[in-house]
């Protein structure tokens, strides 16, 4: 099952949200929230508020615990771009460029890890198995 979030018109440029959703893609929920919470970006605290709603909507829409949760994908847009014109010399004007961003999450549910037997342990096993 896939628990969907979305953050539209972040007024931050994709460019700059990616590095931080880059750094979570793949991970757990609990891995993810401990590095959004140390990381110094700006966009860390936008991205970190999505995860939260995320799995708020995974516990009251799926009754579904946080700690099977990871984070399946999440891909950052572009979103419309504000334009704006900056005065420059002899009356003419410089365009700039406002870019905003659309983040989408996607949350996934692991299957609990079995408890797997190392080779130590097999080996102790055949040897009392033959006593």
């Known amino acids: ?3 969907t979030a979305h ?3 972040y007024r931050q440029a994709p460019r700059k949200v990616r590095l931080i959703t880059d750094l979570i893609r793949g991970k757990s929920v609990a891995e993810a929230l401990l590095q959004l919470d140390v990381t110094i970006k700006r966009a860390s605290s936008p991205v970190r508020k999505l995860l ?13 615990s946080n700690e099977l949760l990871f984070i399946k994908s ?13 005065p420059r010399a002899r009356g003419s004007g410089a365009p700039i460029h406002k870019h905003t961003s659309h983040v989408s999450l996607v949350l996934g549910e692991q299957e609990p890890k079995e408890a797997r037997s190392t080779k130590y342990e097999a080996r102790n096993k055949s040897k009392k198995e033959n006593v």
Request: glycine fraction near 4%.
């Open 52 to 64: 939260l709603s995320a799995v708020a909507n995974a516990k009251h829409n799926h009754q579904k």
């Open 7 to 9: 953050l539209r018109n």
């Open 1 to 3: 099952m896939e628990i």
């Open 74 to 86: 999440i891909v950052v847009n572009e979103g419309p771009v504000l334009k704006r014109m900056r």
